[in-house]
């Protein structure tokens, strides 16, 4: 149990268009999902964290208007980087955690963003 | 600021012998520690967890110490296994309100056959 997916697992765009990532919670209903991004040799920064049916609470530092994140139900979430730059190419990890789970988060296998 | 951290980033055990990961923290809020297993390219999973009420959690060959007064905690395997070759992460969790995760730097175990 506690199955999270993520599509693409990898995506090349041209800078300045926009890129959707899905994160889906395959066997649970996921109240929160979290976005983090994860730079070469350095650890999950926590990018936003949104609940189903609300706006999503982003962290310092992290532009809302250029990483667009809906949570439309309880199995879905999406990360859009918009008018992507080349700086934005990392690894962004989605997790999810269920109702009733305080701590306990399950993370999607990643999707690995190229802007070139 | 790192409020969680890994000081080593790499440790090579031999097949069969103990791993030890050790994770420190500062955030005295801090009340759950869970520790993460990631392989390249894919997203961490969640290897076993521990109460801020406890001291010790075991979960077959690994076990997880917590030490409150020196904001330390560590990760136990034993024995190791190849299989068990891939970076670690701690993560730790405020007192509800917030649960955030903060994760540590990671820590690259290798084993030896």
Same mark, same amino acid.
């Given at each position: 149990?506690?199955?999270?997916?993520?599509?693409?697992?990898?995506?090349?765009?041209?800078?300045?268009?926009?890129?959707?990532?899905?994160?889906?919670?395959?066997?649970?209903?996921? *109240? #929160?999902?979290?976005?983090?991004?994860? @730079?070469?040799?350095?650890?999950?920064?926590?990018?936003?964290?949104?609940?189903?049916?609300?706006?999503?609470?982003?962290?310092?530092?992290?532009?809302?208007?250029?990483?667009?994140?809906?949570?439309?139900?309880? #199995?879905?979430? *999406?990360? *859009?980087?918009?008018?992507?730059?080349?700086?934005?190419?990392? @690894?962004?990890?989605? +997790?999810?955690?269920?109702?009733?789970?305080?701590?306990?988060?399950?993370?999607?296998?990643?999707?690995?963003?190229?802007?070139? | 600021?790192?409020?969680?951290?890994q000081n080593s980033p790499s440790l090579s055990v031999?097949?069969?012998?103990?791993?030890?990961?050790?994770?420190?923290?500062?955030? +005295?809020?801090?009340?759950?520690?869970?520790?993460?297993?990631?392989?390249?390219?894919?997203?961490?999973?969640?290897?076993?967890?521990?109460?801020?009420?406890?001291?010790?959690?075991?979960?077959?060959?690994?076990?997880?110490?917590?030490?409150?007064?020196?904001?330390?905690? +560590?990760?136990?395997?034993?024995?190791?296994?190849?299989?068990d070759s891939a970076v670690y992460f701690c993560a730790?969790?405020?007192?509800?309100?917030?649960?955030?995760?903060?994760?540590?730097?990671? *820590?690259?175990?290798?084993?030896?056959?």
């Amino acid at each position: 149990g506690a199955v999270v997916s993520q599509h693409p697992s990898r995506v090349i765009c041209k800078s300045g268009t926009s890129v959707k990532i899905e994160c889906r919670s395959l066997d649970f209903q996921a *109240t #929160t999902m979290f976005w983090y991004r994860q @730079f070469p040799k350095q650890s999950l920064m926590l990018m936003a964290t949104s609940n189903e049916g609300s706006k999503a609470t982003y962290e310092q530092g992290v532009e809302k208007d250029k990483f667009l994140i809906n949570h439309a139900s309880l #199995t879905l979430s *999406t990360l *859009t980087v918009t008018s992507a730059h080349p700086e934005d190419s990392s @690894f962004y990890i989605c +997790s999810a955690r269920g109702a009733g789970r305080l701590y306990e988060q399950y993370f999607g296998p990643g999707t690995r963003l190229t802007v070139t | 600021d790192q409020q969680v951290k890994q000081n080593s980033p790499s440790l090579s055990v031999q097949e069969g012998r103990i791993s030890i990961l050790n994770c420190d923290y500062t955030n +005295s809020m801090f009340d759950y520690f869970l520790w993460y297993k990631k392989y390249p390219a894919e997203g961490p999973t969640f290897l076993i967890s521990i109460s801020s009420i406890k001291d010790k959690n075991e979960d077959g060959r690994f076990t997880v110490f917590l030490n409150k007064s020196a904001k330390h905690l +560590s990760l136990h395997i034993v024995p190791s296994q190849p299989g068990d070759s891939a970076v670690y992460f701690c993560a730790a969790s405020p007192q509800t309100g917030a649960n955030n995760l903060f994760f540590g730097t990671g *820590t690259r175990l290798t084993v030896i056959p």
